[in-house]
């Protein structure tokens, strides 16, 4: 059973509008979010993080927002650049214990 | 951030075999992850590689398939023993003093025939 959920494999997106990737997540021990980016033939790099006590966090163009109800967070990034074409993960943690991951968006950001 | 290497970057094995897969750090870390990538599926955590002690392994994974080395702060290796080609996967190693935030390897791209 997957905790967290990814369920678009892939969106395209034109340069410069907002690029709005989502996460759903099953278990609500889950305190602790991140957002990892990964280009081929390269590990996941770190991008974005929320505590389970904030509802949005913000860093430049990239925008976290988690909302606990609906067990949902997104990662908004505007504008969007062709550099941002990667696969996004989505992470979660309980306490102390190790990341689950989903199984990644690829964004496509179209000239 | 930590930089972080591994050797090999991709391999073709055959069944039957094992593979040693190397990660590097330039800089010492307390912990130490290995991951495995399926094709289409998401990271997940094989063990956690602690230093002067066994790994501890995840719920799915055992030492005599996937052994652990961590002599000292720096490096890692992880072994794939008896390779089939379920086992074809990104391998990745990553650091971190937690959970959290934890900065991932370039990779390893296994191929078993």
């Known amino acids: 059973d997957q905790q967290v959920k990814q369920n678009s494999p892939s969106l395209s997106v034109q340069e410069g509008r907002i690029s709005i990737l989502n996460c759903d997540y099953t278990n609500s021990m889950f305190d602790y979010f991140l957002w990892y980016k990964k280009y081929p033939a390269e590990g996941p790099t770190f991008l974005i993080s929320?505590?389970?006590?904030?509802d949005k966090n913000e860093d430049g163009r990239f925008t976290v927002f988690l909302n606990k109800s609906a067990k949902h967070l997104s990662l908004h990034i505007v504008p969007s650049q062709p550099g941002d074409s990667a696969v996004y993960f989505c992470a979660a943690s309980a306490g102390n214990t190790p990341l689950v991951f989903g199984k990644g968006t690829r964004l496509s950001v179209i000239a | 951030s930590a930089v972080i290497s591994q050797k090999p970057s991709r391999d073709i094995c055959q069944r039957g075999t094992s593979l040693t897969i190397q990660c590097q750090v330039d800089s010492q870390v307390t912990m130490m992850f290995w991951y495995r990538q399926q094709p289409g599926q998401s990271l997940t955590l094989i063990a956690t590689?602690?230093?002067?002690?066994?790994?501890?392994?995840e719920s799915g994974f055992v030492i005599d398939k996937f052994p652990i080395s961590r002599p000292n702060l720096t490096f890692s290796t992880l072994t794939v023993s008896n390779m089939s080609p379920e086992d074809s996967s990104i391998y990745l190693c990553?650091?971190?003093?937690?959970?959290?935030?934890?900065?991932f390897g370039p990779g390893t791209r296994l191929t078993v025939t």
């Open positions: 590689a602690n230093q002067g002690s066994e790994a501890t392994y």
């Open positions: 990553s650091v971190g003093e937690g959970p959290y935030e934890q900065y």
């Open positions: 929320i505590s389970s006590i904030k």
